[in-house]
């Protein structure tokens, strides 16, 4: 792992709304050799004097940052995707220590794109944003109070990947596909589009309940860490159920 | 180690200037179970408007703070101090990094203190200020732009003081469902003959390459680490599945 690593990482910040907080991780970002900066719905300027009073010299980052009108999009072209939360309940997976789980991000080809997502300062990342991360990061955190202010939460993530660069890693725990590299995100959101249709079309899902149980699916096969070919299997067996119910003899 | 250890530390601040920094700094120690912050001739206000607003549930580590008026009378009492720097020509001895260095923080009798200190935002710790150390810490930065913001940096040691107390935690990648438990193996083989059955029946295996297909499905599905409720919700599809067929107007 190398530099040219944490340059196909993105920082993905959800609708932040602090304009002291967007300038701290811009100057983070640029101490820990990470320019990818991603806004989803901002709340804030980044071009505040505010911003720039924290950011420094690393006004550059918070320029180049690239402002996306949703997470999807944001993510668009990444391969792989952590989220971070505290919300224990809302996912059926094991949250993640940052050192345990950030190694995966950068463990990629070098045409692959990694994104790091972060939610709000006040709301977090809702359910539905989490659907779209394959793993989940929590910061380790003192009972007494938890919540780390969000500039400090990606100071802490942004650390630990620039250790990763600089020291001999050790082996990521990780367990994708050996030979095939990991499905795109959009290769996945069209999957599991196709999977709802489906299953609404066979009468397992109900409109009124396909989102938190696709939720339950989505987990599963994130967990699952698919490649495409095995994304093209599963999506061959959705179209021979479409098939097999539009030629039942 | 454990908490009770991090609170024999203090966080030893020399002139800070920032007020958005010291509440920062207040809410990120208590987020890692630090307690003790001295303040060495503080150039700003810690009961300010803007240090409340950064230090949000931490404002009782703010107003806990013990003034000091020298450092060697911060650290009175102080058997262990290491300083942050990145003047790498002021000292003889070698920087470390924090992962190496913090150790010997947390590492002491129950009846000693240590401290970490730092310097101000605009001059970080002069020669004189050096001298009261044992060891040096510079965090590892980009040489684009390596001067931290003093509150990321205290933020980083905060972090991993913290992880020192935490027990090693290993990576969840392909683990169960936090709350429940990997489905047995039987289970696992009554899904996957279920599924060779409805493949079979909708025409998307044929009986000559079932095996080498299922095998690939069984793979997927392994590393996913099912649980009983998901191995239920994809037999539940199964058996949907047939009911559409059966039942298709």
């Known amino acids: 792992m190398s530099d040219t690593a944490l340059s196909r990482v993105r920082i993905v910040l959800v609708e932040p709304a602090g304009a002291l907080n967007l300038g701290s991780i811009a100057r983070i970002m640029k101490n820990m050799g990470l320019r990818h900066l991603v806004l989803v719905n901002p709340q804030c300027d980044r071009t505040s004097e505010e911003a720039r009073r924290m950011a420094v010299h690393a006004a550059d980052v918070l320029e180049g940052a690239t402002i996306a009108a949703s997470l999807p999009e944001a993510l668009s072209g990444c391969h792989r995707a952590i989220a971070t939360t505290t919300r224990t309940r809302a996912i059926a997976t094991a949250l993640e220590p940052p050192k345990a789980a950030l190694p995966w991000l950068l463990n990629t080809p070098s045409t692959e794109h990694s994104a790091l997502i972060f939610g709000s300062e006040e709301h977090g990342l809702s359910n539905e944003a989490l659907?779209?991360?394959?793993?989940?990061?929590?910061?380790?955190?003192?009972?007494?109070?938890?919540?780390?202010?969000?500039?400090?939460?990606?100071?802490?993530?942004?650390?630990?990947?620039?250790?990763?660069?600089?020291?001999?890693?050790?082996?990521?725990?990780?367990?994708?596909?050996?030979?095939?590299a990991i499905a795109a995100i959009d290769t996945l959101e069209d999957y599991y589009q196709h999977l709802e249709t489906v299953l609404?079309?066979?009468?397992?899902?109900?409109?009124?309940?396909?989102?938190?149980?696709?939720?339950?699916?989505?987990?599963?096969?994130?967990?699952?860490?698919?490649?495409d070919p095995e994304v093209a299997m599963l999506r061959g067996i959705l179209r021979q159920i479409d098939w097999a119910i539009e030629n039942k003899s």
Not at 160 to 180: F, K, M
């Open 131 to 180: 659907n779209y991360a394959q793993r989940f990061v929590c910061i380790p955190s003192s009972s007494e109070y938890a919540s780390l202010n969000l500039a400090q939460a990606v100071a802490v993530c942004c650390y630990e990947l620039y250790q990763l660069t600089q020291a001999p890693v050790q082996s990521a725990v990780s367990s994708p596909p050996a030979e095939d």
């Open 200 to 227: 609404l079309k066979i009468g397992y899902l109900y409109p009124h309940t396909a989102t938190s149980r696709m939720e339950k699916f989505r987990r599963l096969f994130n967990r699952a860490a698919l490649s």
